[in-house]
T-cell receptor, first 112, second 115 residues
Framework: DQQVKQNSPSLSVQEGRISILNCDYTNSMFDYFLWYKKYPAEGPTFLISISSIKDKNEDGRFTVFLNKSAKHLSLHIVPSQPGDSAVYFCAARHSGNTPLVFGKGTRLSVIA | EAQVTQNPRYLITVTGKKLTVTCSQNMNHEYMSWYRQDPGLGLRQIYYSMNVEVTDKGDVPEGYKVSRKEKRNFPLILESPSPNQTSLYFC??????????????FGDGTRLSIL
């Protein structure tokens, strides 16, 4: 049973446009959500997070939106740049220092 | 520089030959964990450790062992590796406390091939 789902394995976006990566979760106990970015031959790097008490968190070109009623979160990248091309993982956990649960990832390609 | 260091980065070995992948972090993090990444399956947790001498199974612990004798080190042990353990492995660490909002820092990965 997959608790964190990224239903789009890949996404292609033109440079300068908005990239929207989506993530759905099933466990209503999750209260902390993160996005990681992964380049080939490197480990995932933390990008941005959001707590369940918020519905939006912004950091430069990256914004994460959380819709708790729909159990859905999304990552917006605007404007998209070629260096954003990577695999993006959505992850979630609930309180009590429980393990992170990852989605399967979405490969973003930003085309110049 | 704050980092999580895994060794080796690449290893090709044969079925049944015991191997250990080391993981060390220099950030004094309490929490450490091991993941494997397989095509189409994303990152799946193998084992995690909340602190020294405290370890717990993740989602896919079969065939693996871990130990946490020191805070900075969290080795992953394959006592009798099999081909289905061929994968890309990541070690990660983070602080505990301060609520729930501590992201994990990952190593650069270890690619294991078991023939």
């Amino acid at each position: 049973d997959q608790q964190v789902k990224q239903n789009s394995p890949s996404l292609s976006v033109q440079e300068g446009r908005i990239s929207i990566l989506n993530c759905d979760y099933t466990n209503s106990m999750f209260d902390y959500f993160l996005w990681y970015k992964k380049y080939p031959a490197e480990g995932p790097t933390f990008l941005i997070s959001i707590s369940s008490i918020k519905d939006k968190n912004e950091d430069g070109r990256f914004t994460v939106f959380l819709n708790k009623s729909a159990k859905h979160l999304s990552l917006h990248i605007v404007p998209s740049q070629p260096g954003d091309s990577a695999v993006y993982f959505c992850a979630a956990r609930h309180s009590g220092n429980t393990p992170l649960v990852f989605g399967k990832g979405t490969r973003l390609s930003v085309i110049a | 520089e704050a980092q999580v260091t895994q060794n080796p980065r690449y290893l090709i070995t044969v079925t049944g030959k015991k191997l250990t992948v080391t993981c060390s972090q220099n950030m004094n993090h309490e929490y450490m964990s091991w993941y494997r990444q397989d095509p189409g399956l994303g990152l799946r947790q193998i084992y995690y450790s909340m602190n020294v001498e405290v370890t717990d199974k993740g989602d896919v612990p079969e065939g693996y062992k871990v130990s946490r004798k020191e805070k900075r080190n969290f080795p992953l042990i394959l006592e009798s590796p099999s081909p289905n353990q061929t994968s890309l492995y990541f070690c990660a660490s983070r602080r505990t406390g301060q609520g729930n909002s501590q992201p994990q820092h990952f190593g650069d990965g270890t690619r294991l091939s078991i023939l």
